[in-house]
């Protein structure tokens, strides 16, 4: 519990982005991915310089 990656997620606010985004999500359709989730992604592929493919691959 102790790595970065773990320390930096304590660190946002997740549920003030959920707020933020959410009204952008439609009612209608298939359900949206997480927030979390894609920012995650996002985040990891930032800091460790990855690709599309080099995010799912690690």
Known sequence: ???????????IDWDWIDGEIAPLY???????????FMIGLLLLKHIYALSDEGACDR
């Not at 519990?1 to 930096?8: C, Q, S």
């Open 1 to 11: 519990m102790k790595h970065e990656l773990v320390l930096l997620a304590g660190k």
């Open 26 to 36: 439609s009612k209608n359709g298939r359900p949206g991915i997480a927030t979390r």
